[in-house]
Every structure is written in structure tokens, then in C-alpha cells.
């Protein structure tokens, strides 16, 4: 009888991010359609969620507990750097056990939200180098890069990168980004981003009669790895004109959603209920990205700005509009159709952004054509991403499963 491979999952999975446990559930969503026997577990930010939510066991990615929040007494800043010591054998032992590793799309590549070199950039560095070691391969699968300012940073990406045995990425700026700081990424391919690959709801009709319900989505945004001089002043600039956005929504008639894609925007979204006080705006609670797509497929329209809250109301068919704060929104919104319609989270001009919304309501009927083409696009290539990791990962396996994942889909 043949050993089950045991397949790995690595990343801030469970942690509250649903645009990272979205990733996870499609390609546990590929593994159990094309590789049913594998025996799959995790190395992760969340466990308990993670066992609780997709049934596979989960191991704490970090020791010390307190790896997030800030050290300032000795024995804190003394914690952590045993953890990280204790890590290193932790995650080797980890990959040890493994015949595959995967890690499920996410911006592990990137600095675009404030980054600590020695935080989850040394964690996917001690992944990929136990992997080389152990000779345990390790996917980076349809996952995201940009360019990185800070140089203890770039070092661990571009070492993790290198060290991987197998790439993709979900946009072309991304492999691009890795090719400039110093990557070979000849043999890299690029797909649509994972999320892609989920269940989509079920279409509803085009709208009809009165302008129906928008879905803004939030974030507690700060700038990126590069602006914490200014963090301050560009949330509240990005406050401020989410809010203007939304109440002029408001004295238009239009009931407004609010959306999340993290724990930590929930206080945005208490801030804009308080100052707009009115029974047209309500806050929706999701727990998945596929309670995100069942809300922005209810919507006439969303705005939003976290990356997965754009891919929901893509995937749903429903015309978009990004508060892009990174170039992946920007090919994000380009690969779907929707390139003319990013207005900059960094710097809100809520009179403009209305002017785009209402421009964008006008193509409405069009653009849900387009988007009911790109995502027929979409899913053909992700077909062939998950083809291409069961002949990188899997060269041995009986092949008998290989074309389940198209027939479930």
C-alpha cells in the first residue's frame, strides 16, 4: 500500500485576513479534487481557526506568542529573540515531515502594508531554505511580489524566492518586480490570483428599477512599508474621504454596505457609522470570501480597497471601483476590464471619486458582460495552474485524479 504524500500549507492562515484564507481554501479545494490522498496540514498564523474552519491540523507558525505586538520590557525583546532561534528548528522540523509544501497565493513577496524584516519575511526565509536543505520542494503558488524598499527586507524576499522550487504569480508586476531584484524568473508563470478559482454565487439578474445598494469596502489603512513617516496623516486623509464618498452616497438616496477583508478594519467602519449616521448605511459581518461575494452580488455597484474585496465583487460580475493602494489593484482591475476606473487610496478627492462612480454606473450593463467574459478567462487559466503544480509537485502521482478538478468545478 502507498504512503500518502503529506502536503504542507505555510502562511498567515486563520488570522483574521480573508483574503489569505480564501487562497487556502482553493488550493485545498484542488488538493482534494485532484490529490485526494494526500494527507495536508499546516504551519500557520491561526490554527485553531484553521482546524476549526477546514479540518486539516495546524501547528502555531511562531513560539512566542507575543511575536505581533511591540516589545519594550527586556523580557518581551528577550522572547523574541529566542523565538526566533527556536523557529528556525520548529519550521525545519516542520518541513521535515513533508514530501510538498505550499504556499497559497497571499503578498508574501511584498512590502505594500508595513513590514518587519525579521517577522513574516524571516519566517517564509526559513520555509524555503529548510526546504532546500531537507529537499522538501516548496510552492510559491499564484502569490504576490512588488518592489521593496528596504533592504534587510528585499534580502530575505529574493532568498526566498530563489529558494523556492516552484513560482507563480498573480500578476505580470509581480514577476517583474522578483526579475528586478535579481530573480530568475524565465520559468515563472503567471495566472489569475487564486481566489479566482473559488465557488462563484449565483448571478443575479442585472438591476432594475431605482439605483440599488453600493458596497464600500474599507480598510485600516496606513500607507505601505515606506510611508511610516506619514501613516498618520494618509489614514486620515483615506478616512476623511471614504466618508465624504459615503455620505454623499447617502444624500443621493443610496443605501450604503460597508465591507471588511480583516479584523482591523472594523474601526474604520465604526468611525464612518458615526459620522454619517443614517439607517441607509449598515455594516456587513463576513467570515469568508464567499460571504463577500454574496454581498457585493447583491450590490448594484462596489468600491472598495482591500485587494480581496476586489477580487469578491469581480468574481461576482458586479462593476468595480478600486481605492487602489498598490499595483496589483491596478492589474488587478486592468486584467478584468475595469483599468479606468482606480482612483488613489492615498489621496481620496471624494468629489472626483463621485464622478468615477457615477461614470462607472453608466457602463453598468456593459461592464457586467465584461465581466462575465473575464472570468470565464480566469478559470480556464487557473485549470491551468492547478495542471502545472500536479506536474511540478506531484510527477509520481497516479494521474487518474488529474482532470478532477475541472470536472467538480
Known amino acids: 500500500m502507498n504512503t500518502p504524500v503529506r502536503v504542507g500549507v505555510?502562511?498567515?492562515?486563520?488570522?483574521?485576513?480573508?483574503?489569505?484564507?480564501?487562497?487556502?481554501?482553493?488550493?485545498?479545494?484542488?488538493?482534494?479534487a485532484a490529490h485526494p490522498e494526500a494527507a495536508v496540514d499546516a504551519l500557520c498564523g491561526g490554527p485553531r481557526v484553521v482546524e476549526a474552519r477546514y479540518g486539516i491540523p495546524a501547528t502555531r507558525l511562531h513560539w512566542n506568542r507575543g511575536e505581533y505586538r511591540t516589545a519594550s520590557r527586556a523580557g518581551a525583546i528577550a522572547a523574541k529573540g529566542l523565538g526566533k532561534l527556536l523557529d528556525a528548528v520548529r519550521t525545519a522540523a516542520w518541513v521535515r515531515r513533508h514530501d510538498v509544501v505550499i504556499v497559497p497565493g497571499m503578498g508574501v513577496l511584498e512590502a505594500t502594508l508595513p513590514l518587519r524584516p525579521w517577522g513574516f519575511p524571516y519566517s517564509l526565509f526559513l520555509l524555503?531554505?529548510?526546504?532546500?536543505?531537507?529537499?522538501?520542494?516548496?510552492?510559491?503558488?499564484?502569490?504576490?511580489?512588488?518592489?521593496?524598499?528596504?533592504?534587510?527586507?528585499?534580502?530575505?524576499?529574493?532568498?526566498?524566492?530563489?529558494?523556492?522550487?516552484?513560482?507563480?504569480?498573480?500578476?505580470?508586476?509581480?514577476?517583474?518586480?522578483?526579475?528586478?531584484?535579481?530573480?530568475?524568473?524565465?520559468?515563472?508563470?503567471?495566472?489569475?490570483?487564486?481566489?479566482?478559482?473559488?465557488?462563484?454565487?449565483?448571478?443575479?439578474?442585472?438591476?432594475?428599477?431605482?439605483?440599488?445598494?453600493?458596497?464600500?469596502?474599507?480598510?485600516?489603512?496606513?500607507?505601505?512599508?515606506?510611508?511610516?513617516?506619514?501613516?498618520?496623516?494618509?489614514?486620515?486623509?483615506?478616512?476623511?474621504?471614504?466618508?465624504?464618498?459615503?455620505?454623499?452616497?447617502?444624500?443621493?438616496?443610496?443605501?450604503?454596505?460597508?465591507?471588511?477583508?480583516?479584523?482591523?478594519?472594523?474601526?474604520?467602519?465604526?468611525?464612518?457609522?458615526?459620522?454619517?449616521?443614517?439607517?441607509?448605511?449598515?455594516?456587513?459581518?463576513?467570515?469568508?470570501?464567499?460571504?463577500?461575494?454574496?454581498?457585493?452580488?447583491?450590490?448594484d455597484t462596489v468600491v472598495a480597497t482591500r485587494y480581496h474585496n476586489l477580487i469578491c465583487a469581480l468574481k461576482a460580475g458586479?462593476?468595480?471601483?478600486?481605492?487602489?493602494?498598490?499595483?496589483?489593484?491596478?492589474?488587478?482591475m486592468d486584467r478584468m476590464g475595469l483599468g479606468a476606473y482606480c482612483h488613489p487610496a492615498r489621496e481620496v478627492d471624494a468629489d472626483r471619486l463621485l464622478e468615477q462612480f457615477r461614470a462607472l454606473e453608466k457602463r453598468s450593463a456593459q461592464l457586467r458582460q465584461?465581466?462575465?467574459?473575464?472570468?470565464?478567462?480566469?478559470?480556464?487559466?487557473?485549470?491551468?495552474?492547478?495542471t502545472a503544480l500536479t506536474g511540478a509537485l506531484f510527477p509520481s502521482a497516479d494521474h487518474t485524479h488529474a482532470h478532477a478538478y475541472k470536472e467538480v468545478r
Not at 12 to 28: F, W
Not at 318 to 332: F, I, Q
Not at 370 to 386: G, H, I, K
Open 128 to 299: 524555503c531554505a529548510s526546504g532546500r536543505l531537507l529537499r522538501t520542494p516548496v510552492a510559491l503558488v499564484g502569490v504576490g511580489a512588488a518592489p521593496i524598499g528596504d533592504r534587510p527586507t528585499r534580502a530575505l524576499v529574493r532568498w526566498s524566492a530563489r529558494l523556492a522550487a516552484y513560482r507563480s504569480y498573480r500578476d505580470t508586476a509581480s514577476r517583474d518586480a522578483m526579475r528586478d531584484m535579481g530573480v530568475d524568473t524565465g520559468r515563472d508563470e503567471v495566472y489569475p490570483d487564486l481566489a479566482f478559482a473559488l465557488p462563484a454565487p449565483e448571478a443575479s439578474a442585472p438591476p432594475d428599477g431605482p439605483p440599488g445598494t453600493v458596497c464600500v469596502g474599507v480598510m485600516d489603512f496606513h500607507g505601505g512599508n515606506d510611508d511610516r513617516a506619514r501613516a498618520e496623516e494618509i489614514h486620515r486623509r483615506y478616512l476623511d474621504g471614504t466618508t465624504r464618498f459615503v455620505r454623499a452616497l447617502v444624500e443621493d438616496g443610496r443605501p450604503v454596505r460597508l465591507l471588511t477583508g480583516d479584523q482591523c478594519d472594523a474601526a474604520v467602519v465604526a468611525a464612518i457609522l458615526d459620522a454619517v449616521d443614517s439607517p441607509l448605511v449598515t455594516a456587513a459581518e463576513t467570515a469568508s470570501l464567499a460571504d463577500l461575494m454574496k454581498e457585493t452580488a447583491a450590490a
Open 10 to 32: 505555510f502562511g498567515l492562515l486563520g488570522s483574521g485576513n480573508l483574503g489569505n484564507d480564501g487562497s487556502l481554501e482553493a488550493v485545498l479545494g484542488y488538493l482534494r
Open 370 to 386: 465584461t465581466l462575465r467574459e473575464r472570468n470565464q478567462v480566469a478559470a480556464r487559466q487557473l485549470e491551468d495552474q492547478f
Open 318 to 332: 458586479t462593476p468595480t471601483l478600486a481605492l487602489s493602494y498598490a499595483s496589483k489593484s491596478d492589474a488587478l
